[in-house]
């Protein structure tokens, strides 16, 4: 009993202080350290642990995980909110529903995303937010640079107005910028959201919540979509056209902030609004080279703290309640582009080109922009609209390279492999000597910059491709470009691309090995167009088709066909134009092609049966 009376007691005296807290009556554990500290303090990495430990103690819709543990020791929680509750990727897959992944706190003294996660999980755990569970499954990762986080300082976010006093810094443990990292994967936290959160979840959507470093527009939030730059544009679309008019909207009507696409502009008046960029480096832009949504959302540095998390909340809010109405036009929306993508490498891998290097679209579309106003060199505190404005916020391409069927590389070159493994990306080793056409590249020069960028001298080559054949013994490294990475694989893999392994030093050492900049060096990794065994291999009997020339009397012969089916044979030569097609019935395991008169050289027999499609080279020599 005297127990009793004491817990009472405690419980009016906390009521007095916070008096919103009782009316909604959360456990003192749910509530948040600026919620404790009228907003002048921002939660530490243990503080999160706790409250995420304490919902999933009191609330049956959680279930958490550790996506991985910092350089500095600290855990990373993954709180995963359904309801009813799951706690594995496959019962999420049999849910049938939307799986969305919120981040907040990559960069460390970006705060309020981290503060408006924890509200909004318990709103949905314990309040009137439970809706948002309807139809999707959502994953929140609170504090995803956990050593940042807690680096606090007084000066570490000048922009953020000692609001809260002391934040955290902007990179990891380790000393990088997590936020550049989707490319290389080479920080711990990197490497863990990569395995622990995208491979194991497949989420659907990603929301990476920021604020901005000190630009004066006039927005609350600013967002901008996955760049997909050579990938295809479906989800950045999708974004811009769909769900940002509806979502933007909401908010003001909800909360009355005004959101636009992020960015800046670096005269008054404003002229030009430059958006996001467009390197896949930055997480948002490599999630949308894997054909999913990504949403970069960036909180308006100078409002106080209170109110960034409360715009936050608002967005979040707004946007978890579109994404729940079109849970199922979001899946078939990615499912649809992953085949999509397979399905264009099958028909035009060899001779599409895409981008590999990206630039603003000029000239920008005209926009309305929201600015804080400046008099005689002073900011007024007053929002002011200009109209005109060009906004560049949309990219394309200054530099192509062709997209091939695949991509094959030396044995000795596992750590590309390995690289290319650790974003998902389907790699096998070949069993059998092949012989592929189609681009090599000759690299004249290396160059590195003279600076170096998270912990690289990011690195170009010079040089220029050159069609022709390699043969590549068994045990290479073959990588099929008919799966739905396909477009983040060229990014990675094309020589000149902007922000691909080149780039981050992953073939310096096989080129200087090979003296690079004092002889020209192929880079070592094929661009084959056809041939090899691993195309579409399967079905028609691998070992048993054979094609030879027959210098008497001019033909092709043919063996091993299949006798069950029908077969179809097409002879091209390497660069693809047609010399002859022709259909086999079924029965004939054999048969000759007559050639029209064609000069010597490489020839490519391509033979058909169930759709699967094997493909010898033939060498014609002229007799005469
Ligand atoms: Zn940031």
């Not at 005297?2 to 007691?9: D, G, N, Q, S, W």
């Not at 929301?207 to 939030?221: K, M, P, Q, S």
């Not at 022709?468 to 694989?489: F, H």
Request: with cysteine; proline share 4%; aromatic share 10%.
């Amino acid at each position: 009993m005297r127990y009793a009376a004491i817990t009472v007691t405690v419980y009016l005296g906390l009521s007095f202080m916070m008096l919103s807290a009782q009316t909604t009556g959360y456990p003192d554990a749910l509530y948040s350290r600026p919620e404790r500290t009228r907003y002048t303090e921002t939660s530490l990495h243990q503080d999160v642990v706790s409250f995420v430990e304490s919902l999933r103690q009191k609330s049956d819709l959680v279930h958490v995980e550790t996506m991985g543990t910092t350089f500095g020791g600290r855990t990373i929680p993954l709180v995963i909110m359904a309801d009813p509750a799951i706690t594995s990727p496959e019962e999420a897959r049999l849910s049938g529903k939307l799986i969305i992944y919120i981040q907040a706190n990559i960069h460390g003294g970006e705060v309020e995303g981290k503060e408006a996660s924890l509200q909004l999980m318990r709103e949905i755990a314990f309040g009137k937010m439970r809706y948002l569970l309807d139809n999707q499954i959502l994953i929140f990762c609170p504090v995803f640079n956990a050593d940042g986080n807690d680096a606090l300082g007084p000066n570490n976010r000048p922009n953020q107005d000692g609001s809260p006093y002391l934040a955290g810094q902007r990179a990891s443990g380790q000393g990088y910028d997590l936020n550049r990292d989707g490319m290389k994967l080479e920080t711990i936290e990197g490497k863990a959201f990569m395995e622990k959160m995208i491979l194991r979840w497949d989420p659907l959507m990603l929301v990476d919540l920021h604020t901005t470093n000190g630009t004066w527009h006039g927005y609350a939030i600013t967002t901008a979509p996955g760049m997909t730059t050579a990938g295809h544009p479906g989800t950045t679309e999708y974004l811009q056209n769909e769900l940002f008019p509806w979502v933007n909207e909401k908010v003001k009507e909800r909360a009355g902030y005004d959101i636009f696409y992020y960015g800046d502009f670096y005269e008054y008046p404003p002229r030009t609004f430059y958006g996001m960029a467009a390197e896949p480096r930055y997480l948002t832009n490599s999630i949308a080279l894997r054909n999913r949504l990504s949403i970069l959302v960036e909180t308006f540095s100078h409002d106080r703290f209170e109110k960034r998390i409360s715009a936050n909340i608002a967005y979040l809010t707004s946007l978890l309640e579109y994404t729940s109405v079109h849970s199922l036009e979001i899946q078939n929306l990615t499912e649809t582009i992953d085949q999509e993508v397979t399905q264009e490498i099958r028909s035009s891998g060899g001779t599409m080109q895409k981008g590999v290097t990206f630039e603003y679209k000029q000239p920008g579309q005209k926009t309305d922009l929201l600015v804080y106003e400046v008099k005689g060199g002073k900011r007024t505190g007053k929002r002011v609209w200009f109209s005109d404005v060009n906004l560049m916020n949309q990219y394309s391409a200054a530099k192509f390279a062709v997209v091939p069927k695949a991509y094959v590389f030396p044995a000795e070159l596992a750590a590309i492999a390995a690289k290319l493994q650790e974003h998902g990306i389907e790699v096998t080793q070949s069993t059998q000597n092949d012989t592929y056409f189609g681009e090599s590249f000759t690299i004249t020069r290396l160059n590195h910059d003279a600076i170096s960028y998270q912990g690289h001298r990011m690195a170009s080559v010079e040089g220029s491709f050159n069609g022709g054949s390699a043969v590549m013994p068994a045990g290479s490294w073959y990588v099929d470009m008919a799966q739905p990475l396909a477009y983040l694989i060229f990014l990675l893999l094309e020589p000149a691309s902007y922000d691909g392994l080149v780039v981050w030093n992953y073939f310096d050492d096989y080129l200087v090995d090979r003296n690079v900049n004092s002889v020209a060096v192929t880079y070592p990794v094929f661009k084959v167009f056809s041939g090899g065994s691993g195309i579409l291999s399967e079905g028609l009997d691998q070992d048993k088709i054979t094609a030879m020339y027959n210098p008497i009397s001019g033909k092709i012969s043919v063996f091993g066909l299949s006798v069950e089916h029908p077969s179809q044979i097409e002879v091209t030569t390497v660069s693809g134009s047609m010399i002859k097609k022709l259909n086999i019935p079924a029965g004939r395991n054999n048969c000759e092609i007559e050639l029209p008169h064609v000069a010597t050289g490489i020839f490519m027999v391509a033979i058909t049966s169930l759709g699967k499609t094997i493909v010898r080279m033939v060498m014609i020599r002229n007799m005469e």
